[in-house]
């Protein structure tokens, strides 16, 4: 029996990241979304905490972006297994997001049944 993950979504614009919070506390398998407002400080949050199972990750953020934080996140011996979803408005970063190391893309707006069905496919 596998336990109920816990979630770091990451993203800068508050309205989107209370909107992922709120679908993703609907969801079944969520014990907790953790929030995370750039690449920066989800770095921060990870370090801190080893019970992420998964992250959401905006791209276009300041202070540090989504790809970068990928980069890191690969980088790292005890991160580099995460699953990372990425959420982003632009098309065109989605082939850059997965050669960096995404599992998979989800477009904005996200839908609540897409971000649960992604979700489903990596937590196995």
């Known amino acids: 029996m596998s336990h109920n993950l816990i979630v770091l979504a990451v993203d800068d614009d508050m309205i ?3 909107l992922l919070k709120s679908m993703l506390s609907k969801l079944d398998n969520i014990d907790e979304v953790v ?3 750039n690449g920066a400080d989800a770095i921060n949050i ?3 905490r080893d019970d992420i199972d998964m992250i959401l990750l905006d791209i276009i953020m300041p202070v540090m972006g989504g790809l970068e934080m990928l980069q890191v996140v690969r980088a790292d011996e005890n ?3 995460l699953p990372i979803i990425v959420l982003t408005t632009d098309e065109t970063k989605k082939t ?8 998979g893309f989800l477009m904005k707006p996200v839908r609540a049944a897409d971000v649960a069905q992604k979700i489903q496919e990596l937590a196995l």
């Open 96 to 103: 850059e997001a997965l050669e960096k190391g995404a599992n």
């Open 79 to 81: 991160l580099k297994q």
């Open 35 to 37: 929030e995370a407002k």
């Open 46 to 48: 990870l370090k801190e």
């Open 16 to 18: 989107n990241l209370k």
